[in-house]
């Protein structure tokens, strides 16, 4: 690793799954409605070329784009019983290599009725490799079902 130490805001990610389990430690950053997914990037992130793999890249900014609109629909008062993903779509742009600093950041959020949309941009250490869009149904309390 370049340098080991977190950029301004991010602690250890507060979700925790057993399918983003093996990229551990991940680590994330909440501000105005945006979380924000970030990790050092190892040998269970890239392919055998040293470099990030794709599906690391679409499924960690699908889960920060998630997150996002869970954290804007709740700032907004609204309450929810989860977001499910109805369409995704990453543009790679460039690439990440072993060691370095990964990042998402959510900057586009509009909650609907049912559905949210978000965009997010990837960068690894600050440069652009990819950006991703995308579109979630909004799960309801039973309650409100």
């Not at 983003?20 to 105005?32: A, K, V, Y």
């Not at 600093?101 to 509009?110: A, S, V």
Request: glycine share 12%; hydrophobic share 35%.
């Amino acid at each position: 690793m370049k340098d080991n130490r977190l950029p301004k805001g991010f602690a250890p990610h507060f979700r925790k799954s057993t399918f983003t389990d093996p990229w551990e430690p991940l680590f994330s950053r909440t501000d105005h409605g945006q979380v924000g997914i970030g990790v050092w990037l190892c040998d269970a992130h890239c392919n055998s070329r040293g470099l990030v793999h794709g599906g690391l890249i679409a499924s960690l900014a699908d889960n920060a784009m998630g997150l996002s609109c869970a954290q804007q629909l709740r700032e907004e008062g609204r309450e929810i019983s989860g977001l499910v993903t109805v369409n995704l779509t990453t543009d790679y742009v460039g690439s990440g290599r072993l060691g370095t600093w990964l990042e998402t950041d959510t900057n586009f959020i509009k909650t609907g009725g049912s559905i949210c949309f978000a965009a997010c941009l990837v960068t690894a250490d600050g440069e652009p490799i990819a950006r991703a869009s995308a579109s979630f149904k909004i799960i309801k309390p039973k309650s409100e079902t």
